[in-house]
């Protein structure tokens, strides 16, 4: 089980506040601009796919690389940011239980999609509609974009801004409830070009891996299970 610190932050260091921000304010900006662009598009040609994987693959394995270096450097420890594995068993277990239970509530909400009407589908139906691979090339490349994803959003969300809230929260008495809450937020409006019900979905999922992240110790079951999802 994730140990929270003891030790909390006098003050949150600036590049900690930067990356909180760039995470919270300008990342969903962008994501809801490009997405809104996309979707003006009749139909993207399989050039306009591969080129939204590609540079998406890019500028998040970029953010990671920068975070990763910012954290090392105000020594956030491997176990603050959920890289440890302290019971593999329970790792594993979780993660295998968890994926299966997401995959099977994909399915069931996919079925019930394709009965309903296409105009009541939604704006998150909308852009699987458009992003979606239709060749070989554009799903292998799509997979690199799901592991990437994956691995990337839950360093960043259920890593990074998960322990620096439970670092400024370590002597508030509600440090673990205030870093699932806040970090579940912040994923949440990561998602922002989803629309309201998106959004929403998105923080309740959130609030899961967070507190799968909690029981575990670890990110694995929640990159395993992000990847499925």
């Known amino acids: 089980m994730f140990p929270l610190p003891t030790v909390n932050f006098p003050v949150m260091p600036w590049d900690f506040v930067l990356i909180i921000l760039v995470l919270g304010i300008l990342i969903p900006w962008r994501g809801a601009a490009r997405m809104k662009r996309l979707l003006a598009k009749p139909e993207l040609g399989a050039a306009d796919r591969l080129s939204l994987y590609g ?38 277990s979780t993660a295998i239980v968890l994926t299966a239970l997401l995959g099977i509530n994909q399915i069931v909400s996919l079925r019930r999609l394709a009965g309903m009407p296409e105009g009541k589908r939604g704006s ?81 999922v959130a609030i899961i891996f967070a507190l799968v992240r909690i029981w575990s110790g670890s990110l694995i079951p929640a990159v395993v299970a992000h990847i499925g999802y």
């Open 55 to 92: 540079s998406t693959v890019v500028f998040q394995w970029a953010i990671a690389a920068v975070v990763a270096w910012r954290a090392l450097a105000r020594m956030l420890s491997p176990d603050e940011l959920g890289l440890a594995v302290f019971d593999s068993w329970r790792v594993a």
């Open 124 to 204: 998150v139906f909308a852009i699987a509609n458009q992003i979606i691979p239709r060749t070989t090339t554009e799903t292998c490349v799509y997979v690199g974009l799901a592991c990437t994803a994956s691995v990337s959003e839950e360093f960043l969300y259920r890593g990074f801004v998960f322990a620096v809230f439970a670092r400024l929260f370590a002597h508030s008495g509600f440090s673990s409830a205030a870093a699932v809450s806040l970090s579940s937020a912040w994923f949440s409006m990561a998602h922002l070009y989803q629309g309201p019900r998106g959004l929403l979905t998105t923080y309740v």
